[in-house]
């Protein structure tokens, strides 16, 4: 099992930069394909950035997509959230998560937040314009 911890979060202006991390547990981080998703207040859920295995597939959702960049660290077990030019939209909890299941790189899989196991318990990013 998996045990998810993020970090960084915290309250910034529009346009600043945040990067977020992910610290795992276990010995098998890097058979998981890693997740950030996001919860907005009154929204559901929803995909922000996913990083495959050794982190040479990533992929984002548009809303994110220019600005985000997810990238991984298999040998510290932890996968990170660089978030540029921010904007209040982009005001959420967001959350990492690992897919222990995944054995292909598949965009209706790493999207879909039911794919996976693990979740961290989330870190506030809030954004004032």
């Known amino acids: 099992q998996a045990q998810l911890a993020e970090s960084g979060g915290g309250l910034v202006q529009a346009g600043d930069s945040l990067r977020l991390s992910c610290a795992a547990s276990?010995?098998?981080?890097?058979?998981?394909?890693m997740g950030w998703f996001r919860r907005a207040p009154g929204k559901e859920r929803e995909f922000v950035a996913a990083?495959?295995?050794?982190?040479?597939?990533?992929d984002y959702a548009d809303s994110v997509k220019g600005r985000f960049t997810i990238s991984r660290d298999n040998a510290k077990n932890t996968v990170y959230l660089q978030m540029n030019s921010l904007k209040p939209e982009d005001t959420a909890i967001y959350y990492c998560?690992?897919?222990?299941?995944?054995?292909?790189?598949?965009?209706?899989?790493?999207?879909?937040?039911?794919?996976?196991?693990?979740w961290g318990q989330g870190t506030q990013v809030t954004v004032s314009s």
């Open positions: 276990g010995r098998t981080f890097s058979s998981y394909v």
């Open positions: 998560a690992a897919d222990a299941n995944a054995d292909v790189w598949d965009s209706e899989w790493y999207t879909s937040k039911s794919q996976y196991g693990y």
């Open positions: 990083i495959s295995w050794s982190g040479g597939r990533t």
